[in-house]
Nanobody
Framework: VQLQASGGGPVQAGGSLRLSCIKS????????MGWFRQAPGKEREFVAA????????DYSDSAKGRFTISRDSAKNTVYLQMNSLKPEDTAVYYC???????????????????WGQGTQVTVSS
């Protein structure tokens, strides 16, 4: 399984970006795809996750109301629409996937088996 993340870049505070993550290769189970981010000197943190089959979603508190995760199951692609960006959103954003997660594990990066390469988001004030 390979995950290819894209869409990052520089943006001013208050602006928007849309990240994409394309999954290739076969995985078994009910696939959940998540977005995580990691800022310099900080641990990787959960942003949002979505079930590819059912479309259920989950968000971190910092993402709620500003970010929207969505999927195109036919294209095996997950999107993260990020609005009202803040300087503290600056980080490398990673997409992840797994086929064995229970709902309570969606926010745990250690539970995901597959990871993309990351895309840098830089928000300037």
């Amino acid at each position: 399984v390979q995950l290819q993340a894209s869409g990052g870049g520089p943006v001013q505070a208050g602006g928007s970006l849309r990240l994409s993550c394309i999954k290739s290769g076969r995985t078994s189970g009910r696939i959940v795809m998540g977005w995580f981010r990691q800022a310099p000197g900080k641990e990787r943190e959960f942003v949002a996750a979505i079930s590819l089959s059912g479309g259920s979603t989950d968000y971190s508190d910092s993402a709620k109301g500003r970010f929207t995760i969505s999927r195109d199951s036919a294209k095996n692609t997950v999107y993260l629409q990020m609005n009202s960006l803040k300087p503290e959103d600056t980080a490398v954003y990673y997409c992840a996937a797994d086929g064995t997660l229970i709902r309570s594990s969606w926010a745990m990066p250690t539970q995901y088996d597959y990871w993309g390469q990351g895309t840098q988001v830089t928000v300037s004030s």
